[in-house]
């Protein structure tokens, strides 16, 4: 079964550098079919999506925070990871790595991981 | 972006009665090559991550409970829970993944009369 869990400081001062990454275990990161994705929920509100990775390294961007954000893959550690740069108190939410078969929704889901914004 | 509308924001419904939850999208998200709506359900309980419950609009997920039901074509999309339970009570959004940026419509609370 596979279980995916985020780590990552969970206070970010503004204007810095937001960087989580996700374990995946039960599972390779290579798997034929499916892609990587971050996906995030401010507290009380709808979820975001932020972007995915394909096994092949090719991505997607949400454009609202594209100029923001990289997402990566380690495929030794099977993990891939995000960085969303020039963080505000805006981007304070539950952030969640999650995966996706392609053409049939977000299959798998971490556990999520609180990231506030503050000085 | 395609924007996804759900109906109504929030739903009261006895134990045992039928739960029924609409979603517009802005554009169709049905692929053509293949016929599918690019139309996924999720149930995100309190403190929980989100749990996938249907996909191309209509097909049930492993594991899913029959009571769970989607339908609906191009645009216009329904969740029908035929007979409310007590773990019923969530928040549940739909999402298109026909088109980036993969959105989530902004999710209908469901509690019980």
């Known amino acids: 079964q596979v279980q995916l869990q985020e780590s990552g400081p969970g206070l970010v001062k503004p204007s810095q550098t937001l960087s989580l990454t996700c374990t995946v275990s039960?599972?390779?990161?290579?798997?034929?079919?499916?892609?990587w994705t971050w996906i995030r929920q401010p507290a009380g509100k709808a979820l975001e999506w932020i972007a995915r990775?394909?096994?092949?390294?090719?991505?997607n961007y949400n454009p609202s925070l594209q100029s923001r954000v990289t997402i990566s893959l380690d495929t030794p550690k099977n993990q891939f990871s995000l960085r969303l740069s020039s963080v505000t108190a805006a981007d304070t939410a539950v952030y969640y790595c999650?995966?996706?078969?392609?053409?049939?929704?977000?299959?798998?889901w971490g556990q999520g991981t609180l990231v506030t914004v503050s000085s | 972006d395609i924007v996804m509308t759900q109906s109504p924001d929030s739903l009261a419904v006895s134990l045992g009665e039928r739960a029924t939850i609409n979603c517009k999208s802005s554009?169709?998200?049905?692929?053509?090559?293949?016929?599918?709506?690019?139309l996924a359900w999720y149930q995100q309980k309190p403190g929980q991550s989100p749990k996938l419950l249907i996909y191309?609009?209509?097909t049930r997920e492993s594991g899913v409970p029959d009571r769970f039901s989607g339908s609906g074509s191009g645009t216009d999309f329904t969740l029908t829970i035929s007979s409310l339970q007590p773990e019923d009570v969530a928040v549940y959004y739909c999402?298109?993944?026909?088109?980036?940026?993969?959105?989530f419509g902004q999710g209908t609370r469901l509690e019980i009369k």
């Open positions: 999650a995966k996706a078969k392609v053409g049939m929704g977000v299959h798998y």
């Open positions: 039960g599972d390779s990161i290579n798997s034929d079919g499916y892609y």
């Open positions: 990775i394909y096994p092949i390294g090719s991505t």
């Open positions: 554009q169709s998200v049905l692929y053509n090559s293949n016929n599918k709506n690019y």
């Open positions: 191309w609009a209509s």
């Open positions: 999402q298109q993944y026909y088109s980036i940026p993969i959105t």
